[in-house]
């Protein structure tokens, strides 16, 4: 956050704000029929794909690597299936580059120590940032993106809809997919993977429906940076198309095409060539106006009842209520998004899954580094949502229901994957890399250049029946590894030590009154202490034994632990009990004097008195028989013994004259110390512990202890 957007929380008394919200449509997620040509003929692959994806054919071993060869049908269809040419239209891509193939002699230096390519091990802990991480192409491999022919300039073209007759002719051939619509645009991605070659230059080319094509936007070197992340984007303001980004998105065009043309350095060693991830046409729609409430659900960490903040993946939730009513017009503006729609309708809003909604907050003071020349404002990001659910009434009002970059891991099922002596945050990284997930940072905490918190698995795999949100969830529980996404969307992991670190800055001012020019600012304060931080949960399920078909019934059934606490009734020496032998008295009236619990739950357990652990085996009762008038004290140790004593007294309460003690049948709050088969007692200074003395209230003042007394 920018500091002078710091200061205006900080100092002033109002602060002006409005919530504003923008959804986008991708038009690859949209359109069906969208068809990928490539300027390349197949014969200019071939003899790459004989070397790259070691093709055998019979042709093949009478030409060296790089001849001029002709065509052969299965070379260029193995390399189409390493590098399907359609994948740069899947709708769900990766966010930045660094998931890259391992072409052997293209652009991969298999030295250590030189050169920008080199091979690192997969399981480095950190990974580097500035070295791809390296998969070996492969026909089942869930991610993929297309690579050029080596040396080959590339002009790539997307179409969205062809209206032509030989294109007519060849959709009712059914031999070329032809696109159902028009893609409706202000935005255009291009996704490249930089550790390929980086382009020397490129444009885009953009055709309209009408067949115009607009003036191409030239990409240069200096579009391709160090810093830069493989994406570039194209915007339209209304007149032209620009790398400018707008501040308003309220125009569109209908377009019918987009070509993406990039030139190589050629000649060179080792031999160039271009990856490309991704170009598709973008929809940006500006929804402030609609908004009537939204509500964020942002989480970091486990659950107040949770025993630490580690281990539980948290999905953030975006709530929305929006209205947008129109009494002239015959249909709704909302509107549920149907494929077979024959155009888009710029004026409408369509609901649809997955569209991308990034809520924000317009934060205006006279700082404001967007709009400077009327009301200058800051954008206060709240993150990236994808649309999960909606409902939309008769009358134009709906809701939208949507969750972070977890409904894509939600929805991706996961690939093969094995691996061998691998950290837990590696495999973390190869997990996500593997279905093209790349939007995640690690934190972690380095003790002598290692994080000892991390856990390294000998052997983990993946179940095609889970999820990748389910794998990732499990490997956190595992491995006590914190996973969130913030505000722009990042899936920020951290290890035990990372998120208990305390050196970490916080840049939190919260003051009661005014500090310098900083006002008070806290309204309520309220602390929750979670004294459980050791407690130990165990999580199994008990098998079932059946002698018939049709029945079954558990082995075994865990009984119910209670924890409960009171006060000491009598002294505890070292070596035994004061005024009783090999017992102590409890009294829980000194926790809770309205309390109807008179006793312990269990009939046996563990009793903590300062630093001593004693374990008791019975609880003492005392009770009156049927044709008797004295009161008995016993032990129970188990429910069969309580039936009993209880069968056996008399039924009620006793009279107030005659005895102080109401109940003919009830707890004594005695407690009998445990001792073996021997007679010996064992359970003073239980688990470890010293046994020590203890004292009640009186007596701990007479041994000179501090005693603070509090009156009611």
Known sequence: MPTTLENVFYQDHAVKLNPACFIEYNMNDLIDGISVSNVEVDSGYTSDAAYRAQITHENYSTFPHGADVSYQSDGPIAFKKLFPLDSVVQPRRPSSCGIKYFIPGIGDNLSVGTGGDIIQAYNAVPYPTDKPRIYYPGISNAYKYWVGAKNKNIALKVTYKHDSTSWTASKKSGSIPVGNKYALANKIVIKFEKYHSKPISAWVSITKSNGEVVPNVALTLTDFGAEWNGEVAIYYNGTTWSKNVPTSYSNTQEIKSVQLNALVSQGITPSADIGVIEISARWVKDISSDLISMSINQSSSADDGSALPVGIVNSNTLEMSLANYSQFASTLIPQIYERTIASFDSTKLYLVKNALLTPSFKI???????????????????????????QISEHGDYTITALDGSKQLMDTFCPDILCKDFPSITVIMRLLDSVGFTKYNFNIKKVDGTDDSITNLNHWWTEDTQTVWEALQELCKDSQTNAFFDKNGVLQIYTRNAIYDTSREINWQFTQSQDGGVLPNIISFAKNEIPSSNSVKVLWQTPLSSTYIGGGSALWTSPAYSLSAGGLGEDITAGGITGESEEFLINLDTIDP???????????????????????DAIGYQYVKQNDDFIDNVWISSASDLNQYRSDSKPGAADFSKYQETAFFKPNGRYRIKKDNYGKLVGRGALGT?????YTLEESKAKNWTVREVAF
């Open 594 to 616: 309205y309390s109807k619990i008179e006793s312990f739950y269990s009939y046996n357990g563990f009793v903590l008195i300062d630093s001593e652990i004693i374990e008791y």
């Open 690 to 694: 010293k046994a020590i003395a203890h």
């Open 364 to 390: 205006y003071h006279p700082g404001g580094a967007i709009d400077t020349t009327s009301s200058p404002y800051d954008k206060n990001l709240q993150g990236e949502f994808y649309i999960d659910t909606y």
